[in-house]
């Protein structure tokens, strides 16, 4: 990663500070650190390498050098935006952002599997990571994490997945430049930011949205929640399950884990 390059083209864009790392922890843990020192809103922290990287569910996600996109994105509290009721609305941002990056930039097919992971070809190529902190009630920031599989070697070994993955490089054939995929990115969620409370998020969103009309299986730490057909994002961010005809409910994110159900 050149470094100096990298903070050249990125400071072109309208965010707040760059930190760009060779090698880091984890690009949200030190999204964290700086917004104890007072950085700025919209700042970004990127990383060529991850070494403790966070996923759901306390999950690791470590990048090797060259193979990956990590980076951290920190939010502060705004009116008619970034608001404790528009929460769910996040890790959508951040999806959509991706895929819509990878369809027009890549010509991939990409969809989003709520409520954090973006699927070309079926397959997880990326995952978002949405922290927020409070303050009792207050809310104080939200950090949204992303992670995107570039390289073909950014995959983990078999026994280390527990959903199907894929990278970039593969899906498309040929090299990616990490540096134009990531200002593409940045240029998507900017856009998607602005109307993140916008019915265009959650309708784009849907259109998106894998599994639509597919039956799935809904998971916690505890065992099977529900199954049921997929019908959409609710306005709030949730998923709204068919569970048997004309009986709908709706499940927001948690540890929820969705695999789709074989009803052949």
Request: proline share 4%.
């Given at each position: ?10 400071a ?5 500070d ?21 950085a ?12 403790a990287?966070?996923?759901r569910?306390g999950?690791?996600?470590?990048t ?11 939010l502060?509290p ?13 890790s959508?941002?951040?999806a ?9 930039g890549y010509g991939?097919?990409?969809e989003?599997?709520?409520p954090?992971d ?13 922290e927020v ?31 199907p ?12 430049n990490?540096?134009d995929l ?14 993140l409370?916008?019915p ?13 009309d ?6 916690a730490?505890?065992?099977l ?7 959409g994002v609710e ?12 009986h ?7 540890e ?9």
């Amino acid at each position: 990663m050149d470094i100096p390059r990298w903070k050249e083209r990125l400071a072109e864009l309208p965010i707040g500070d760059l930190y760009v790392y060779s090698e880091i922890g984890s690009t949200n843990q030190e999204a964290e650190r700086l917004i104890q020192e007072g950085a700025k809103p919209f700042s970004l922290v990127v990383a060529d390498s991850q070494t403790a990287g966070r996923g759901r569910g306390g999950r690791t996600w470590i990048t090797q050098p060259g193979q990956a996109l990590a980076f951290s994105w920190i939010l502060y509290p705004e009116k008619g935006r970034i608001q404790p009721e528009t929460l769910g609305r996040i890790s959508g941002l951040g999806a959509l952002a991706v895929a819509e990056t990878l369809q027009e930039g890549y010509g991939l097919n990409a969809e989003i599997k709520w409520p954090n992971d973006v699927l070309v070809e079926g397959k997880k190529v990326a995952g978002i990571l949405v922290e927020v902190h409070w303050d009792g009630c207050q809310l104080l920031d939200v950090i949204l994490g992303i992670g995107i599989n570039v390289g073909v070697n950014s995959i983990p070994d078999g026994h280390r997945l527990n959903f199907p993955a894929t990278s970039l490089e593969a899906a498309c054939g040929r090299e990616i430049n990490r540096l134009d995929l990531q200002v593409g990115i940045i240029i998507s969620l900017l856009k998607w930011h602005r109307r993140l409370a916008e019915p265009s998020l959650i309708h784009a969103w849907n259109q998106r949205l894998a599994y639509k009309d597919q039956f799935v299986s809904l998971t916690a730490p505890k065992g099977l929640i529900a199954e049921g057909k997929v019908l959409g994002v609710e306005e709030d961010g949730a998923l709204i399950l068919e569970i048997s005809r004309g009986h709908v409910r709706q499940y927001h994110s948690g540890e929820i884990q969705l695999r789709l159900v074989d009803k052949s």
